[in-house]
């Protein structure tokens, strides 16, 4: 549908939705009192903006926290390349009691987070409290085979309940409906074929509905990354009846907000996502408003445009705005491992300024910059590693963003800049991943592809980083 329309009478035909007003927000938004969340007290500087879900009369926060880039320990100097630090069970205490605090109750977690650990840790930290003071979203996160029988999805869910330390869950999604996976066998399965072998051919969907009329599930919904057909396909479900989508998670930023799919044909604008949830009434969780943090690390340049329009806030601040902006937006998501992080968002929220629509047509302008900047659209989520052969392919990624936001990939050899842009890309590269897990080490396997929520064609992306690296090398001279 947008891509028949203009970008500016899109936003017009939207505008009711997505540009709303501070009136409009008064509607969704209630003081966050002891009655409503326990010990939960406003924040210092105002009262965190809350919208209602409709299914149950949730008052939720707008500010959702993200438990999937939990704050870590140092590793011991000793410790081996390939030993992960453990995870910081005191500061993530800490952080959550400073979130419950000051009005955020929505917790979203999953099996699959934190090397398998986060839905542990996130019950540890939560069961010091009230169980009305949070609500708890995880995931039917079976991308693996052998979890795909009913036993093992079952597994999973009584699992969840286990190492969260309740006996319900407030918002359980399916995870990361449209993408794609492999058998056990090791055949290639189409999105839709994917969809089934892990939710109908077992029998899982229909059982989440019963655990959800028996109560051990208040609201079911999915969380979508990929193929826009099978999204399509289960809100047909919801509007024929068979299935009922309580809420929905999508991605959506003022990046993806129409160049999703430019950036990665194989993702979806989310201007089209959050309009066929919006005009069904499906609240929407929004996911990545900072896409991996990449929009938080943006080139100088296009950072001194967004602090010379707003130089009291962050760039960061931008993004959770336009995130929080639509009223079909139950909560925005954010993976906070930093304290400062947590207490810039709930800043943030506490109140929400929506963004008019002047600051809407100027993120637009924002976006096209970033978009013509040809990035590796990763959000680092770690669901392609560990790779077998030792790649490293966030950071892989990660450099390579990082020198193109700074300029630092230079194509030809006669432009006056490339021997300090050869320099830093070269030794940036050695500093921030060994070379025994640089790209030159992919073998094209194509294990970690499957799993990518962005879809992207990981062993191309390495072929080519690789390959621009070794041109670098090749030209010889000095570092």
């Known amino acids: 549908?947008?891509?028949?329309?203009?970008?500016?009478?899109?936003?017009?035909?939207?505008?009711?939705?997505?540009?709303?007003?501070?009136?409009?927000?008064?509607?969704?938004?209630?003081?966050?009192?002891?009655?409503?969340?326990?010990?939960?007290?406003?924040?210092?500087?105002?009262?965190?903006?809350?919208?209602?879900?409709?299914?149950?009369?949730?008052?939720?926060?707008?500010?959702?926290?993200?438990?999937?880039?939990?704050?870590?320990?140092?590793?011991?100097?000793?410790?081996?390349?390939?030993?992960?630090?453990?995870?910081?069970?005191?500061?993530?205490?800490?952080?959550?009691?400073?979130?419950?605090?000051?009005?955020?109750?929505?917790?979203?977690?999953s099996p699959a987070y934190c090397?398998?650990?986060?839905?542990?840790?996130?019950?540890?930290?939560?069961?010091?409290?009230?169980?009305?003071?949070?609500?708890?979203?995880?995931?039917?996160?079976?991308?693996?085979?052998?979890?795909?029988?009913?036993?093992?999805?079952?597994?999973?869910?009584?699992?969840s309940l286990r190492e969260l330390q309740v006996d319900y869950i407030d918002y359980l999604l399916l995870h990361s409906i449209g993408g794609t996976a492999r058998d056990a066998e090791g055949n290639g399965l189409s999105s839709w074929e994917?969809?089934?072998?892990?939710?109908?051919?077992?029998?899982?969907?229909?059982?989440?509905?019963?655990?959800?009329?028996?109560?051990?599930i208040r609201n079911l919904g999915f969380s979508y990354h990929g193929d826009v057909k099978v999204f399509d396909h289960l809100l047909q479900w919801h509007d024929e009846g068979r299935y009922h989508w309580d809420f929905v998670q999508i991605e959506l930023n003022y990046l993806d907000w129409f160049y999703a799919d430019e950036?990665?044909?194989?993702?979806?604008?989310?201007?089209?996502?959050?309009?066929?949830?919006?005009?069904?009434?499906?609240?929407?969780?929004?996911?990545?408003?900072?896409?991996?943090?990449?929009?938080?690390?943006?080139?100088?340049?296009?950072?001194?445009?967004?602090?010379?329009r707003d130089p009291d806030h962050s760039v960061a601040t931008w993004a959770f705005r336009f995130a929080g902006t639509p009223?079909?937006?139950?909560?925005?998501?954010?993976?906070?491992?930093?304290?400062?992080?947590?207490?810039?968002?709930?800043?943030?929220?506490?109140?929400?300024?929506?963004?008019t629509e002047d600051e809407h047509e100027f993120l637009m302008q924002i976006a096209e910059e970033i978009y013509g900047m040809k990035t590796v659209p990763c959000n680092e989520c770690q669901y392609c590693m560990p790779c077998p052969y030792g790649v490293n392919i966030p950071a892989i990624f990660s450099h390579y963003n990082k020198c193109i936001r700074e300029g630092y990939v230079r194509q030809s050899s006669l432009d006056p800049?490339?021997?300090?842009?050869?320099?830093?890309?070269?030794?940036?590269?050695?500093?921030?991943?060994?070379?025994?897990?640089?790209?030159?080490?992919?073998?094209?396997c194509g294990q970690c592809a499957p799993h990518c929520p962005q879809q992207i064609d990981i062993p191309s992306e390495l072929r080519r980083i690789d390959e621009y690296t070794e041109s670098l090398r090749a030209a010889g001279g000095p570092l």
Not at 5 to 24: E, P, W
Not at 143 to 156: C, V
Not at 264 to 292: Q, S, W
Not at 331 to 338: A, D, E, N
């Open 1 to 109: 549908m947008n891509k028949q329309l203009n970008r500016r009478n899109f936003i017009k035909y939207l505008s009711g939705a997505t540009v709303a007003s501070s009136a409009l927000l008064t509607a969704c938004k209630k003081a966050m009192t002891s009655d409503d969340a326990g010990s939960a007290q406003p924040a210092a500087d105002g009262t965190m903006t809350m919208r209602l879900n409709p299914n149950t009369d949730d008052h939720v926060s707008l500010l959702g926290y993200g438990m999937m880039r939990l704050p870590e320990l140092p590793k011991p100097k000793d410790a081996p390349d390939h030993q992960a630090a453990e995870f910081d069970q005191e500061m993530i205490n800490r952080q959550v009691d400073y979130a419950i605090e000051h009005g955020v109750n929505y917790f979203d977690t």
């Open 115 to 159: 090397r398998g650990l986060s839905e542990r840790c996130t019950g540890i930290a939560l069961a010091r409290h009230d169980r009305k003071d949070f609500y708890i979203a995880t995931k039917m996160s079976n991308f693996w085979p052998e979890s795909w029988t009913p036993e093992g999805a079952k597994g999973m869910f009584e699992t």
């Open 194 to 216: 994917t969809f089934e072998a892990r939710y109908m051919n077992n029998g899982i969907l229909d059982w989440l509905v019963e655990q959800k009329q028996a109560g051990r």
């Open 263 to 308: 950036i990665n044909p194989r993702n979806t604008d989310a201007a089209y996502l959050y309009a066929e949830l919006e005009k069904r009434g499906i609240p929407a969780v929004i996911m990545e408003p900072l896409l991996g943090g990449r929009l938080a690390n943006i080139s100088d340049e296009i950072a001194a445009k967004l602090k010379q």
């Open 327 to 355: 009223q079909g937006v139950l909560t925005v998501l954010s993976g906070m491992t930093y304290m400062e992080h947590l207490q810039e968002n709930v800043a943030t929220y506490s109140p929400l300024h929506p963004i």
């Open 417 to 444: 800049a490339y021997r300090q842009a050869r320099r830093a890309f070269l030794v940036g590269y050695d500093r921030s991943v060994p070379r025994l897990r640089q790209a030159d080490h992919c073998i094209g």
